[in-house]
């Protein structure tokens, strides 16, 4: 194990928090909760993922969180520090994982960007198919190549200064950004006139619709649960490996797991509302749901450009605190494990991510074909895996490593464990099942037809 000697930590306790909440205030809180709210058919959807969140997404995150503070290394260093056999190289699926994503994800990041331009320039499309037209022109080719150089190079300023002078203080600025900026657009959006009609579909479940349409709606409440909390990147062992012995783990992920989940739950407050007073169905899929058809509404709208512009400049900051996180995962394993100083470390990975990234910037078929691998199967399998190895291997230690910071835990730990080893496995057994199933569908029916026309 390397000497701690030198290795940065959190200045604050508030410092950790918001550097955490905001790796999971990402797309996946303001982009994607709403839309996959939308197609799981609303408030049963949001009920289901609030329980998964609590009773799920708790327990997985302290299983991250004791990994990275008890060895104090990178996800790679980490596992090979308490694995046994070829456990010690799971932390490499992690590395990988976390990079795959980062590509595309900073694509998508630029076309945000591109976005709340457009709002201050020549506005939205105030239909869908004339939005749609607009986002096929914007989303790939120089444009997209360019927005996805520009977002990389923010990464490159921020994660190369450090922990303390760059991460910690970029979070403390965006993150309450973020909540002041939602705040107000949620408020606005209760004046719009489909705001009742958007409340009653979003806030009030039937629990007959639950009963019947469960197998849709409980793969998808557990799979947004997951991603919206950045479990499986590897992000919260590198962030955790940055903590003092002090730090109740605990405490922290529950403050964490809360203001996450209030801030997705309050984009939807914002999102539907918008939808339907542009009588836009919500459940509409696909990469376009912000882009196309949520454009669309703001083309609609009195003053929807600069609405627009707002909405679209909150995405992008939320973007790059979830970017940060990622990126620093790859940077971590090359100052721990490969010696290099953290500015060359950052270009470097910043580097190849531009250069992985021109696929998804040339064509959005190889975009999606990253995504179903990367967030369907690698991300899932990353969580499955650690989770399992952590609850039936190394079960003493984590518990021990959970009860520094809050001296008496009493059952607590026992309970946790076994939550981990129960539902946190079986929801993550059944997500990679339904992300491989849905992997080999979209390579049949998307990108082989697209290979062969290509």
């Known amino acids: 194990m390397p000497s701690e000697r030198g290795r940065e930590q959190w ?28 197609e799981a058919g609303g408030a ?10 609590a009773f799920v997404g708790l327990p997985a995150i302290l299983v991250e969180f004791v990994v990275g503070r008890r060895t104090r290394r990178n996800p790679v260093g980490a596992m090979h520090e308490i694995g046994r056999g070829i456990w010690k190289h799971l932390g490499w699926i992690f590395v990988v994982t976390t990079f795959v994503i980062m590509s595309y994800y900073s694509v998508v990041a630029g ?13 939205y499309s105030d239909t869908p198919a004339a939005a749609g037209k607009q986002f096929a022109a914007l989303a790939q080719g120089v444009d997209a190549v360019g927005f996805h150089a520009l977002f990389l190079l923010a990464i490159v300023a921020i994660v190369g200064l450090g922990i303390r002078r760059g991460i910690e203080l970029a979070a403390k600025v965006m993150v309450p950004s973020i909540v002041a900026i939602v705040a107000a657009l949620a408020v606005w959006a209760a004046t719009l006139d489909g705001a009742g009609a958007a409340y009653g579909y979003y806030l009030s479940p039937d629990l007959g619709t639950i009963a019947a349409e469960w197998t849709t709606i409980l793969p998808a409440a557990a799979g947004q649960a997951f991603f919206t909390l950045s479990l499986g990147f590897g992000i919260m062992i590198t962030y955790a490996s940055y903590l003092g012995e002090d730090r109740n783990l605990a405490a922290d992920g529950v403050v964490i797991i809360a203001f996450d989940t209030a801030i997705a739950v309050a984009m939807g407050l914002i999102v539907f509302p ?27 709208l009195a003053a929807g450009g600069l ?3 707002i909405f679209f400049g909150t995405v992008v900051i939320a973007a790059l605190s979830s970017a940060i996180s990622l990126t620093e995962v790859v940077v971590s394993y090359a100052i721990d494990e490969r010696g290099m100083k953290r500015a060359r470390a950052t270009a470097l990975v910043c580097g190849a991510l531009f250069v992985l990234g021109l696929g998804p910037a040339y064509d959005t078929v190889l975009l999606e074909l990253y995504d179903e691998l990367a967030d369907g199967i690698l991300l899932v399998l990353s969580a499955l895996l650690l989770t ?9 230690e984590a518990i021990e490593e959970l009860r520094r910071g809050i001296g008496r835990l009493g059952p607590l730990g026992t309970y946790w464990i076994w939550l981990a ?4 496995l079986v929801v993550l057994f059944v997500s990679l099942a339904l992300g491989v199933v849905e992997f080999v569908g979209f390579l049949e029916g998307s990108f082989l037809p697209w290979l062969r026309g290509s």
């Open 274 to 300: 918008i939808l339907f007073t542009a009588g836009i169905d919500p459940g509409e899929p696909g990469v376009g749901a912000i882009f196309i058809t949520l454009a669309a509404a703001f083309g609609e």
């Open 388 to 396: 399992a190895y952590v609850a039936w291997q190394w079960s003493e």
């Open 307 to 309: 609405i627009g512009a």
């Open 421 to 424: 080893r129960g539902p946190v």
């Open 111 to 123: 076309w945000t960007i591109r976005y709340a331009i457009l709002g201050l320039q020549d506005g």
């Open 11 to 38: 200045s604050t306790r508030i410092g950790f928090i918001l550097a955490a909440v905001g790796s999971a205030v990402g797309l996946g809180n303001v982009w994607r909760f709403p839309f996959v709210a939308g």
């Open 44 to 53: 049963g959807f949001v009920l289901i993922y609030l329980l998964f969140v």
